[in-house]
Nanobody
Framework: VQLQASGGGLVQPGGSLRLSCAAS????????MGWYRQAPGKQRELVAE???????SYSDSVKARFTISRDNARNTVTLQMLSLNSEDTAVYYC???????????????WGQGTQLTVSS
């Protein structure tokens, strides 16, 4: 299963940006899709995730500013980010966990990462 992320870039403080990620391959179902980020010198951390049923969870640092959504039919996940600040600067990775078609094996796949830089 492959994930292709897009939408990163340079944004001014207070600005907004949307990240998108599409999963492709031998997918039977995706249980959870999410976004993680890794800032320089820090560990990768969960930003937000969403289940196939629409249940969401967010890290405290982004709650009320970021919104995660997904399209189950298209196997896509989107992260809408508002009120960005310098602490949001990081490489953002999308993640998907589910079951493959055919052999019905679990998968835990990662996108290639997209850079978000918040700076004036």
């Amino acid at each position: 299963v492959q994930l292709q992320a897009s939408g990163g870039g340079l944004v001014q403080p207070g600005g907004s940006l949307r990240l998108s990620c599409a999963a492709s391959g031998s997918i039977s179902r995706i249980s959870v899709m999410g976004w993680y980020r890794q800032a320089p010198g820090k560990q990768r951390e969960l930003v937000a995730e969403i289940t196939s049923g629409g249940t969401t969870s967010y890290s405290d640092s982004v709650k009320a500013r970021f919104t995660i959504s997904r399209d189950n039919a298209r196997n896509t996940v989107t992260l809408q980010m508002l009120s960005l600040n310098s602490e949001d600067t990081a490489v953002y990775y999308c993640n998907a966990r589910g079951i493959t078609r055919g052999l019905s094996r679990p998968f835990d796949s990662w996108g290639q990462g997209t850079q978000l830089t918040v700076s004036s």
